[in-house]
């Protein structure tokens, strides 16, 4: 039994969090720390997906220019994951392929796009509770397929 993205999205909500890529790396940071997430889809003037700006992005090319975020007017395409290098994931995959790219790329978020439009987007937390879920039901069947092989459910 697989758990899919459209599962994991359906559960957590639809939410996608964006920032245009000409505001300054600085706003970007603020509204990360105002809704507690750890990154941005970064979207142009047409509301199109662009790339995605994440904390490893803002933390190792800001801390490599030595600039000070506050008094920088760095632009957040400077310093984004551009769309040419961003992983996407579709509504059909599952959260444990999901898991898998994520691993295997070092990454910690994939947009989800159905098309060209902007869906969800999905953590590692996400991938790996859909994954865990999966498998707990796979587990819970087994379980009750030993204790009664043939099918007969007397406790319902």
């Keep these: 039994m697989k758990t899919l993205v459209s599962e994991i999205l359906e559960q957590k909500g639809k939410a996608v969090f964006t920032i245009n890529e000409n505001e300054a790396i600085f706003n ?8 507690k997430i750890g990154s941005l889809l970064v979207v142009n003037n ?6 995605i700006i994440t904390e490893r992005d803002i933390l190792y090319k800001c801390y490599t220019s030595k600039e ?5 007017k760095v632009a957040v395409k ?5 769309s040419e290098k961003l992983i996407v994931g579709k509504m059909e995959d599952s959260a444990t392929s999901i898991m898998n790219t994520m691993i295997n790329r ?8 159905e098309g060209e439009t902007i869906v969800g987007l999905i ?15 796979e587990a819970n069947m087994l379980r009750e397929h030993i204790k009664n092989p043939f099918g007969v459910h007397i406790y319902k």
Aim: glycine share 6%; aromatic share 2%; no cysteine.
């Design 28 to 35: 970007a940071v603020k509204k990360m720390d105002d809704y």
């Design 46 to 51: 047409d509301e199109q997906l662009v790339g």
């Design 68 to 72: 000070l975020m506050v008094d920088t």
């Design 78 to 82: 400077e310093r984004m994951t551009s």
């Design 106 to 113: 070092k990454i910690r978020h994939i947009p989800i796009l």
């Design 123 to 137: 953590s590692i937390g996400d991938a790996l509770k859909g994954a865990l879920d999966a498998r707990e039901i």
